[in-house]
């Protein structure tokens, strides 16, 4: 997939600028393709020049995805809202979760929480159904020990090395803010060399 990153301006003689991009990979799969970044001034050929052979760089990056040796290393990638404020009274989170390891988690899909997605507002909602897109997680509503007004996702399953899964929840009629978290391996199950990057939590105005 590619993206493009735009500037317009002008330039004095003499003149220079400097435009910095930070990027976050998520990767996969395992081996993941080169990084090429390009970068080109000019690129329509708006302006007559002397040279216009210097306008264009190219720096490829290769990215390994993986940052651990025989060990688990679950990520809390991304967690984004698709309304903030929202107007509507009804929202949809994604929640993305990275195995940057090389081993698999290997739990028992039967009693082990891998990824839990818990959400609240201030007086009341509707949960909708998660969906997964991975077909080795699923994904449920729990079904006990909800406050009136939230609600809890529990997903099991594996990750395989470098692979990773996004949780899509719906949440409609919302009265009050609403309030987000997603955890990886909630419940401290599995050993990871990282357990400091398994939470993110979001907060969305709700009008």
């Given amino acids: 997939m590619a993206n ?3 500037c317009v301006g002008d330039l004095p003689a003499g003149g220079d600028t400097t435009v910095t991009v930070s990027l976050i990979v998520i990767v996969q799969p395992i081996p993941a393709p080169d990084l090429v970044l390009t970068a080109t001034i000019d690129s329509t050929h708006a302006f007559a020049e002397s ?15 993986l940052t651990c040796s025989n060990c ?6 991304q967690l984004v809202p698709s309304e903030d404020p929202s107007f509507s009274g009804n929202e949809t989170f994604t929640f993305q979760v990275v195995n940057v390891g090389d081993t698999s988690t290997a739990l028992n ?12 507002s201030g007086t ?3 949960p909708g159904t998660p969906v997964s897109s991975n077909p080795a997680v699923t994904c449920t509503v729990a ?6 007004n939230g609600a809890a996702v529990k997903c099991v399953g594996n990750l395989g090395p470098g692979q990773g899964v996004t949780i899509t929840v719906p949440i409609t009629g919302i009265v009050g803010d609403l309030f987000a978290v997603g955890r990886a391996d909630p419940d401290g199950k599995v050993a990871e060399s990282n357990e400091g ?9 709700v009008f």
């Fill in 124 to 126: 009341s909602l509707t």
């Fill in 143 to 148: 079904p006990f020990g909800l406050p009136v």
């Fill in 197 to 205: 990057n398994n939470v993110l939590s979001e907060s969305v105005v």
């Fill in 109 to 120: 899909p039967m009693t082990d929480t891998l990824i839990e997605f818990d959400y609240a």
């Fill in 51 to 65: 040279d216009e052979g210097n306008n264009s760089k190219t720096e490829t990056t290769t990215i390994s995805g």
């Fill in 72 to 77: 688990i290393d679950l990520v809390a990638a």
């Fill in 4 to 6: 493009a990153l735009d």
